[in-house]
């Protein structure tokens, strides 16, 4: 199993594991909505994906993406989606996808890496916190929805 950076021509295959984490999370099924936000990713430089391949089979990724911080003047990484497909899970997918993450946020000289997941996911935040995140409980996050 090797982690790596996506490319482009990776599209299709990454296009159908993406549309199977956004089914995970509610979102009904839309191959082509999935390929196209994907594929606007790249086109723009949004975004930065590594996938997770076993067997020219892609099992997993992790969706990075650039923001800045204002009060430090320096970058730093949202991770928006980290998912690996059910048939590949506690082999240690998810952590390897993560630490390549962190090696490119830490070769790219990021302040750091954040992220949000669910209250009830204990299970991601059992990993997070043993690879070293820690929990914000001075900051609450709110949105604005605008749809």
Do not use: W
Request: with cysteine; net charge neutral.
């Amino acid at each position: 199993m090797i982690v790596r950076r996506a490319r482009e021509e990776d599209l299709n295959q990454l296009a159908v594991l993406f549309d199977e984490y956004r089914q995970f999370y509610g979102a009904s099924s839309n191959l082509d909505l999935s390929y196209h936000f994907l594929k606007q990713r790249f086109t723009n430089k949004e975004s930065v994906i590594f996938i997770h391949v076993k067997d020219h089979v892609f099992t997993g990724f992790v969706l990075l993406y650039l923001s800045f911080s204002s009060v430090a003047c320096s970058t730093y990484y949202i991770l928006d989606d980290v998912y690996v497909t059910p048939a590949y899970r506690r082999q240690g997918s998810a952590k390897q996808l993560i630490d390549t993450a962190i090696l490119f946020a830490r070769q790219e000289n990021a302040l750091r890496i954040s992220l949000e997941t669910q209250k009830s996911n204990y299970q991601s935040h059992q990993l997070y916190e043993t690879m070293g995140f820690v929990k914000d409980d001075e900051f609450q996050t709110y949105h604005c929805f605008l749809k």
